[in-house]
T-cell receptor, first 107, second 119 residues
C-alpha cells in the first residue's frame, strides 16, 4: 500500500505562534484530506484538497500532487488548536492515514 | 442534516463476549468505512461497504470480525469473543456516492467513534 508520513510527530507552540505541518505520500492519490482530532477524540474535517491551496480563517493548506506532499499552515495558534492533525490520502479503495502530528499550544 | 452517528459512545465487554458497534451514515451517503485507532496511533482501515455489499475488507482480521451494511438500518461492526487486544476506538466514516468507475472526489465525514474496552 501507499506510505503516508507526517512531520513533525510532535510540536509544542506558544500561543500566537505559526507552524507548518507536512504530509508526504509515496504514490499518486485521488484526493487528500486534513483532519483535526481534538482532545475528546472527535475527527473534524479541515480541508479537502487534492491539489492547490485553500484557506479557512487561520488555517490554510497546499497540496502539490506532482511532488507528493501537502502542507497545513496554522497561524496565530490558539490553545484550542491542540490535538492531533492527520492527513489522509485516497489511494485505491480506501483512505490511508498518516501517523499524525501531535500539537500542543501552551498559553 | 445530522452527521455520522455512532453508538454506543463507550462499550465495555468482558473477554469472550460479543461487541456490536453501530454506524448510521450521513443522509444521502451510501458508502461506509470502518477504522480502528489504537492509543497513540493513527487510524487503520478495516472495511469499506456499500449498501448490502462489502467492497474491500482487506483491513479486517480474518477471524472474529465481521461487518455489514444492510439495505435498511445502520452499518454494524461485530466482534465476536473479544480479547483485550481489541480495546481501541472504532470510527465510522461515510461519503457520498462515487462517480461510476472511480473512487476519487469523495470526502470523508467521521462519526464520534466508539471506545471499546475489554476487561
Amino acid at each position: 500500500g501507499i506510505q503516508v508520513e507526517q512531520s513533525p510527530p510532535d510540536l509544542i507552540l506558544q500561543e500566537g505562534a505559526n507552524s507548518t505541518l507536512r504530509c508526504n505520500f509515496s504514490d499518486s492519490v485521488n484526493n487528500l484530506q486534513w483532519f483535526h482530532q481534538n482532545p475528546w477524540g472527535q475527527l473534524i474535517n479541515l480541508f479537502y484538497i487534492p491539489s492547490g491551496t485553500k484557506q479557512n480563517g487561520r488555517l490554510s493548506a497546499t497540496t502539490v500532487a506532482t511532488e507528493r506532499y501537502s502542507l497545513l499552515y496554522i497561524s496565530s495558534s490558539q490553545t484550542t488548536d491542540s490535538g492531533v492533525y492527520f492527513c489522509a490520502v485516497d489511494h485505491g479503495n480506501q483512505f490511508y492515514f498518516g501517523t499524525g502530528t501531535s500539537l500542543t499550544v501552551i498559553p | 442534516n445530522a452527521g455520522v452517528m455512532q453508538n454506543p459512545r463507550h462499550l465495555v465487554r468482558r473477554r469472550g463476549q460479543e461487541a456490536r458497534l453501530r454506524c448510521s451514515p450521513m443522509k444521502g451517503h451510501s458508502h461506509v468505512y470502518w477504522y480502528r485507532q489504537l492509543p497513540e496511533e493513527g487510524l487503520k482501515f478495516m472495511v469499506y461497504l456499500q449498501k448490502e455489499n462489502i467492497i474491500d475488507e482487506s483491513g479486517m482480521p480474518k477471524e472474529r470480525f465481521s461487518a455489514e451494511f444492510p439495505k435498511e438500518g445502520p452499518s454494524i461492526l461485530r466482534i465476536q469473543q473479544v480479547v483485550r487486544g481489541d480495546s481501541a476506538a472504532y470510527f465510522c466514516a461515510s461519503s457520498p456516492t462515487a462517480q461510476a468507475g472511480t473512487f476519487g472526489n469523495e470526502k470523508l465525514f467521521f462519526g464520534s467513534g466508539t471506545q471499546l474496552s475489554v476487561l
